[in-house]
Each structure stands twice: as structure tokens, then as C-alpha cells.
């Protein structure tokens, strides 16, 4: 059995009180190294089980803000009027692509190789 089998029959077994799901939920922050996109997929994850039902959406945008690591993102988010889960995560994720693509740049290990061309005449 798979954990993912074992885990959804261990919560058929004995399933956790609905709070103590809320709660791992609200103290999920993105980890070192863990990107965006990967951070919330983690929150989606842990929120299936806190049957927040048409609220979902609200939850997650928040947490989506409040559990980043970087600060400067944060920043840019809680400055949108009317922010989306969808514009929170275009945001984040393009945040820090542009980030890491920028400092590749700057230590010089970009990913394209220039090849140097010589004219002979």
C-alpha cells in the first residue's frame, strides 16, 4: 500500500477532529527552498480536509500571503486592491522567477551558452 493509501485509510479509520486539520492548516508556512507554486499546492492539500466549502477560496489567498518566506512578495501582495488567489499566486510565482532568473544573471551562470563568432576577412 502506497502512503497516500495508507494515509486516506488511516483517516477513514480514525479521523482528527475538524479543528486540529484547521489548525495545520493555518500554521503552514513555505519552507526553505520550497517554491511558490509548491507552497500552495501544500496549503490545497491540507485544506481539502478543513471543509472550508465555498470559503475555500478566501482562506487560501490569505495564507498564500501571511505563510511566505519573502518578504518583498508579501509585500507586493497585501499592496493589490481586490486580490485573487489566482493573481496572489501569478504574483508570487512571477516574483520569484524573475528573481532567480535575475541572480543567475548577475553570478554569470546563465543558462544559455554564447558561442563567440570570428570573421575572417
Known amino acids: 500500500m502506497g502512503s497516500e493509501a495508507y494515509d486516506i485509510a488511516c483517516d477513514k479509520i480514525s479521523p482528527e477532529k475538524p479543528n486540529k486539520k484547521s489548525f495545520r492548516f493555518q500554521q503552514c ?18 485544506a481539502t480536509t478543513c471543509k ?21 512578495i508579501q509585500s507586493r501582495l497585501l499592496e493589490q486592491r481586490d486580490l485573487t488567489l489566482e493573481r ?23 543558462s544559455g551558452n554564447v558561442n563567440s563568432v570570428s570573421l575572417k576577412m
Open 29 to 46: 508556512k513555505q519552507h526553505e527552498g520550497e517554491n511558490a507554486l509548491e507552497y500552495l499546492t501544500e496549503l490545497q492539500r491540507l
Open 52 to 72: 472550508f466549502g465555498d470559503y475555500l477560496k478566501k482562506p487560501l489567498r490569505n495564507w498564500v500571503v501571511f505563510g511566505l518566506h519573502a518578504q518583498n
Open 88 to 110: 496572489a499566486t501569478e504574483i508570487a510565482v512571477g516574483m520569484e522567477t524573475s528573481a532567480r532568473d535575475a541572480a543567475q544573471l548577475h553570478s554569470g551562470n546563465a
